[in-house]
């Protein structure tokens, strides 16, 4: 395994300075890509090797300071975040052998090539840090190497204000990652992660949950999670698209690594309120940040939110497993567990999926507001057809994997209503599902606005009229991921086979899954209803009606004519827009907005306008009552501190000698 391991790094190493080294060539992006091809390549070995053959271990690799050695380890969950990391890698790779060609044109290809193959080769080591002071080194290489992926177009003042408020976030969460560490350390004496897993559920209760807040702080703020979600929106649109999927699909999901890894590995006994918070904050993540991504009208931020939404989905998921764990319902532990993990590997491929889509429709048409496109599918048919397949996954709709993980949770929510121990949590288990109800129907609402504006009807501009299909790698890498959504939904057993591993590896039972056909196991012996059922079911409803209808009437004949527009001329301004099919639920939750209504009159008389313009600004609740008055809070605390630095010499000398007093005095006590 060490030699594996040291070959992925050097691939990404040399793919880095490659694209340095060749920034007079064309090859210098190609360079990078084919690289960090090859690496994910390799990591995909490696983690179905550990996965599958349990070939595992841990290793020691340079001493950067006397005595401070990184350590490494490769075990059942490592492996498998690494397979979601090398599966969108490959297709990410293969995609900007296409898409990069924009970037090295501007000038720009060179360091983003260096810093691609340096993101992965950071993300890597998260995954395999097997000590705290590896696991913040590689954490905060990957919070610094990102945003500067994301700072790519710096040019751009939106891009600066997205960046500077993604890494004041990141580094927001990593204070409170090292707070935890730090407790840790203090109280075991010991960075390994494999002694905190054997000393961890031995400390005071009160102590672990402290940890587990900080640790909930620390990885939420890297997923999304809401409320400190706020630079997700910003950070996505503005990045490179296929830097944005990447972010999305896998950065997102260290989150979730960390906390199975410390929530279940290291914390030991659970308290109840643990996974009840857990299913709030995910619950409130995946309606509220599906809500406010239904609203927008650019795919990126849509697509966001979306993810927003989906680690909420997550972390429910682990929160049930928690409240399970609580009530010594260790089967149904297990499954919620397997249900969030599976989420987040068919999260990763669907998004990858769809955040390709909108590169794509970006290079194409140069604009991302879906108000401007429209007709796409007859320019771009292979780009429409696979963004639609993404989108149907991201609706859960059968047979697609998202259906069948979405599916598992529900099932998890709606055991904890029937099994609870108390009245408290089986209402905490209705109340998420029918949170985790809403979003879905959210998110479908969502996928049809977007692809509908954009991908049909006829073009609102003349760029939308004038795109072209993106090039081949770019669809390749859309379709290579595409068939791993056909593929997990068909046959769900392939991947919760895989999961089924890790959850054993974790200490769980796995329940009842078998390979080719899920089922929910009730008892260890009992099973519910299997999902593959449902689009079984559907097909053949649809299949006999069409065969009945055309038996009894015969084939139909369809006759197409211009369309009807009250005797006017049709226009594609008259179409129906992104605003308008979003402008109804935009009124009925008008709560979660804070809505700004403007109309401009045109014209010399009031009461005889020549134009009239209406606009509606939309802003969100946290941004409103929790970030501008935290950030003007600080902004005042900033003026009173700078007082202090007044260009007084005097004054500077006093504040010297008043340190050294207190000093002295914290000595002397000590």
Partial sequence: METFVVALFLIFILGSIASLLLRRSRWHDRAAYISSLLGTMLALILSLNALIGGAGGSFSLWEIAPGLVLQYRLDSLSSFFLLILSLVGMALSIYG??????????????????EWNLFFLSMLLVLLAADAFTFLFAWEAMSLISFLLVMTDHDREPVRKAGYLYVAMTHLGTLFLFLAFFLLYKELGDFSFLMWEKLGPTLDGGLRSILFLLLLIGFGTKGGLMPLHIWLPRAHPVAPSHVSALLSAVMLKMAAYGMVRFFFGVLGEVSPWWGALLLWIGGASAFIGILYGVVENELKRFLAYSSSENMGLIVMGIGASLLFRTNGNELFSSFALMAALFHGLNHALFKGVLFMGAGSVLCATHTQNSNRLGGLIHRMPHT?????????????????????????????LLQISFSAPSFWQGGLGILAAVLLGMAGALAAGGVVKHFGTAFLAVPRTEEAAKAEEAPLSMRLGMAFLTLFLILFGLFPGIATGLIGRVIQSIGFKTGAVFPLLLVVPETETEIFLSPLLFPFLIFLFIGGAWALLRWKLGATKVSEGETWNCGTPYTPSMGYTA????????????????????????????????????????HTLFEQFLYKPLLQFVLFLSRQIRRIQNGNLQSYL?????????????????
Avoid: C
């Avoid at 059968?398 to 598992?408: A, D, H, T």
């Avoid at 402008?583 to 009925?588: F, R, S």
């Avoid at 010297?656 to 007093?661: D, E, Q």
């Fill in 654 to 670: 006093l504040y010297m000698i008043v340190t050294l007093i207190l000093l002295l005095l914290w000595a002397q006590r000590g």
């Fill in 97 to 114: 052998l296409g898409y990069g060609k924009e970037y090295a044109d501007k000038g720009k290809g060179t360091l983003m090539g260096a």
């Fill in 384 to 412: 429409a057809f696979l963004f639609l397949l993404g989108g149907v996954a991201l609706a859960a709709f059968p047979p697609l994997n998202g259906f069948m993980s979405e599916w598992m949770l529900y099932q998890s």
């Fill in 579 to 618: 605003t308008s099919a979003s402008h109804p639920l935009l009124l009925m939750f008008r709560p979660f907005f804070r809505l700004e209504r403007r109309v401009e009159m045109r014209g010399e008389y009031a009461y005889f306008p020549k134009g009239i313009a209406h606009r509606i600004d939309a």
